[in-house]
T-cell receptor, first 111, second 117 residues
Framework: GEDVEQSLFLSVREGDSSVINCTYT??????LYWYKQEPGAGLQLLTY???NMDMKQDQRLTVLLNKKDKHLSLRIADTQTGDSAIYFC???????????WGAGTKLIIKP | KAGVTQTPRYLIKTRGQQVTLSCSPI?????VSWYQQTPGQGLQFLFE???????NKGNFPGRFSGRQFSNSRSEMNVSTLELGDSALYLC????????????????FGQGTRLTVV
């Protein structure tokens, strides 16, 4: 199938690291994306990774890609209250030029 | 430059009615995609328009239709509304369509929240 799967919720303490996981289906997808949706807002691109990369780091964000297992993760270091949002994983399927989206993981920050 | 603008922000309709939602993409963007977002279901792809042509279509019934105008603005229409159509409808614009690249970023509007009663 075409499902991209994510856990629906993740709860972490402020200051800890958050790790949001995603599994995708199409091994031929060349780009994988993480989008962030804050309350009442549209989605905003956070970062992306090209399929021939294992890791990409951008300030507090680290994306890890395990292409063999079709597993993608987003690590947010030193999680802050402003990181509270829903995080969507998406794969860009080259076969039909569609973005296939996960259901989103709601990140809850505990004080 | 202005972002993606969706109107209206909120709508309440009754079952059986029809509704038209509007999306103005970022200036210069020719691709417009529509998504339905419901809690726990994530984003369900409706369709994509590029240069006034529908390029891709998701698995939605024929009650859902769309179009794109020469200025790239797009409308989405839902006829014979059902309670299950209540959702946040998001529009995304991007510069190009087709092959993905690091430049294929989708810019989203704030959405139109449709409630069917």
């Amino acid at each position: 199938g075409e499902d991209v799967e994510q856990s629906l919720f993740l709860s972490v303490r402020e200051g800890d690291s958050s790790v949001i996981n995603c599994t995708y289906t199409d091994s031929s997808s060349t780009y994988l994306y993480w989008y962030k949706q804050e309350p009442g807002a549209g989605l905003q691109l956070l970062t992306y990774i090209f399929s021939n990369m294992d890791m990409k780091q951008d300030q507090r964000l680290t994306v890890l890609l395990n292409k063999k297992d079709k597993h993608l993760s987003l690590r947010i270091a030193d999680t802050q209250t402003g990181d509270s949002a829903i995080y969507f994983c998406a794969e860009g399927q080259d076969s039909n030029y569609q973005l296939i989206w996960g259901a989103g993981t709601k990140l809850i920050i505990k004080p | 430059k202005a972002g993606v603008t969706q109107t209206p922000r909120y709508l309440i309709k009754t079952r059986g009615q029809q509704v038209t939602l509007s999306c103005s993409p970022i200036s210069g963007h020719r691709s417009v995609s529509w998504y339905q977002q419901t809690p726990g279901q994530g984003l369900q792809f409706l369709f994509e328009y590029f240069s006034e042509t529908q390029r891709n279509k998701g698995n939605f019934p024929g009650r859902f239709s769309g179009r794109q105008f020469s200025n790239s603005r797009s409308e989405m229409n839902v006829s014979t509304l059902e309670l299950g159509d209540s959702a946040l409808y998001l529009c995304a614009s991007s510069l190009t369509s087709g092959q993905f690249s690091m430049n294929t970023e989708a810019f989203f509007g704030q959405g139109t929240r449709l409630t069917v009663v």
